[in-house]
């Protein structure tokens, strides 16, 4: 089992992006809940939310994902995008 902050690590570390799931601190998900690979450049932060965000957290939890301002950047944004303003 993953802790939450365990998976947000994963996130981060795979996908290059930071989220805040919002769960009791307590919950974990199923080791299997997050994958290997960064997803592709060309998704939008929506799709990729729906393909692979949505899917590894259980039905109860949701999560925000955070960009470089601490603001939550537009659904359209493109993960190239994104994974770059993390960056200098």
């Known amino acids: ?8 690590q994963a996130v981060w ?3 290059g992006i930071r989220i805040v799931v919002r769960a009791d601190s307590n919950s974990e998900l199923p080791l299997e809940s997050y994958w290997s690979n960064a997803a592709p450049q ?4 929506s799709e990729w939310r729906q ?4 899917k590894s957290l259980e039905a109860h939890h949701t999560a925000d994902i955070i960009g ?12 190239s995008t994104i994974r770059g303003t993390y960056r200098p």
């Not at 470089?68 to 993960?79: A, D, I, N, V």
């Open 13 to 15: 570390e795979v996908e």
């Open 68 to 79: 470089p301002s601490g603001h939550e950047p537009h659904g359209r944004t493109l993960l």
């Open 42 to 45: 060309s998704w939008s932060l």
């Open 51 to 54: 393909k692979r965000l949505n």
């Open 1 to 8: 089992m993953l802790t939450i902050k365990e998976f947000e």
